[in-house]
C-alpha cells in the first residue's frame, strides 16, 4: 500500500457537471500510480528527459476509499495546498468552439492561431470568466498559449536545457521555503478535444522538507531541484496523483508548491491549453 498522506487536497467545484457528457462521468477522475522512477522514453523523434528526470511508475490503479478520502475535500481548500478542478461556463466554450480552436491540430497552427482577432476575442472572454477568481487586485493575466503532442508520460520542456524536466515544481516567484504559501498559482485551461491529466504529489513543499529531515535553518532558501529529486530518490514507493481535467475544464494548483507535471499519453489528439499564473482562490 502506498502510506499516502493527507496534505494537498482536490476540491470539484459545484459548476463541475456543467455540459459534462455521460461518456466522461464513465472515466475515472483520479488514479494512483506505484510511485516514481528515473525517467526514459526510447521513442524516435521525441524530446528526451533530461539526466536525473523523474517519472511516475506503472502500473497505475484506482484509490481505495480509504485513499480518496484523503485526496478529496467537500470545502474549498487554501489557495497554496489545494486543486481545483472548474469547468468553463457554455458561453465560453462556445466562443472557443466558433472561432475554429477545433480544427488546430499542430504546435505550429496553435501559434498561428492565437495571433487571430477570432482567439483573442475568446480569450478576453476567458480572462473576464476568471476575474472572479483573483485574490489580488490584477486581473487575470494570459502567460501562455500552446500545443503538446500526444503521447507523452510527462510533458514539460526545459527550454534552456533543451530537454524534458520530469516531475518537478515551479520556480518563477523563486521564493524560499519559508514563504512558499505565499506563492502565485496556476489556472491551466483544456482547449483541447481529449482528456488531459495533471500529474502531481499530494505533498508540499513544507511537507516533503520534513520528511527529507532538513534542517530548520534552511527553510531561508530556494527550493532545488535536487530536493525535488531526492524525495523521490528516497521515497520511490509515494504515489503520483493522475488528475484527468477533461476537455472544457481546468485546474487551479499551486504547482510553485509541489511537485507535479502534465500528461498527454492517453490523449489522441494535439494538446491545447491555456495558463494563467497569478493568485487565484480555488471557488466554491
Known amino acids: 500500500m502506498s502510506?499516502?498522506?493527507?496534505?494537498?487536497?482536490?476540491?470539484?467545484?459545484?459548476?463541475?457537471e456543467l455540459d459534462t457528457t455521460e461518456p466522461e462521468l464513465q472515466i475515472p477522475r483520479v488514479l494512483l500510480s506505484s510511485g516514481t522512477q528515473l525517467a526514459?522514453?526510447?521513442?524516435?523523434?521525441?524530446?528526451?528527459?533530461?539526466?536525473?528526470?523523474?517519472?511516475?511508475?506503472?502500473?497505475?490503479?484506482?484509490p481505495t476509499a480509504q485513499e480518496s478520502a484523503l485526496l478529496w475535500t467537500k470545502e474549498p481548500p487554501p489557495s497554496y495546498s489545494g486543486v481545483g478542478i472548474v469547468r468553463l461556463?457554455?458561453?465560453?466554450?462556445?466562443?472557443?468552439a466558433a472561432s475554429g480552436i477545433a480544427s488546430v491540430t499542430t504546435p505550429l497552427q496553435v501559434a498561428e492561431f492565437k495571433n487571430q482577432e477570432k482567439?483573442?476575442?475568446?480569450?478576453?472572454?476567458l480572462i473576464e470568466y476568471f476575474k472572479p477568481f483573483c485574490l489580488s487586485n490584477s486581473p487575470p493575466v494570459i502567460s501562455g498559449m500552446g500545443g503538446r503532442q500526444p503521447g507523452l508520460s510527462t510533458a514539460t520542456i526545459d527550454n534552456k536545457r533543451?530537454?524534458?524536466?520530469?516531475?518537478?515544481?515551479?520556480?518563477?516567484?523563486?521564493?524560499?521555503?519559508?514563504k512558499k504559501q505565499e506563492s502565485t498559482?496556476?489556472?491551466?485551461?483544456?482547449?483541447?478535444?481529449?482528456?488531459r491529466y495533471f500529474l502531481f504529489v499530494n505533498l508540499t513543499e513544507m511537507d516533503i522538507?520534513?520528511?527529507?529531515?532538513?534542517?530548520?535553518?534552511?527553510?531561508?532558501?530556494?527550493?532545488?531541484?535536487?530536493?525535488?529529486?531526492?524525495?523521490?530518490s528516497r521515497y520511490p514507493n509515494y504515489p503520483v496523483v493522475k488528475l484527468r481535467i477533461a476537455p472544457g475544464e481546468a485546474y487551479i494548483a499551486p504547482t510553485?508548491?509541489?511537485?507535479?507535471?502534465?500528461?498527454?499519453?492517453?490523449?489522441k489528439h494535439l494538446d491545447i491549453k491555456v495558463m494563467m499564473r497569478g493568485y487565484y482562490r480555488i471557488p466554491v
Not at 89 to 96: N, T
Not at 188 to 195: H, R
Not at 256 to 267: G, K, L, R, W, Y
Open 119 to 125: 482567439c483573442h476575442q475568446a480569450l478576453d472572454k
Open 89 to 96: 461556463s457554455p458561453d465560453v466554450l462556445a466562443l472557443f
Open 185 to 195: 498559482n496556476r489556472i491551466c485551461v483544456n482547449l483541447g478535444l481529449d482528456s
Open 40 to 62: 526514459c522514453d526510447s521513442v524516435p523523434g521525441r524530446i528526451q528527459y533530461c539526466e536525473g528526470a523523474f517519472m511516475p511508475q506503472e502500473p497505475w490503479r484506482e
Open 209 to 232: 522538507f520534513k520528511m527529507l529531515g532538513c534542517h530548520d535553518s534552511d527553510v531561508s532558501k530556494p527550493w532545488t531541484r535536487q530536493l525535488t529529486n531526492e524525495f523521490m
Open 3 to 16: 502510506n499516502l498522506r493527507r496534505s494537498i487536497l482536490i476540491y470539484r467545484c459545484q459548476n463541475l
Open 256 to 267: 510553485e508548491n509541489m511537485i507535479h507535471d502534465a500528461s498527454t499519453v492517453e490523449m
Open 162 to 178: 533543451g530537454c524534458r524536466n520530469g516531475l518537478h515544481t515551479d520556480s518563477w516567484d523563486n521564493l524560499p521555503l519559508g
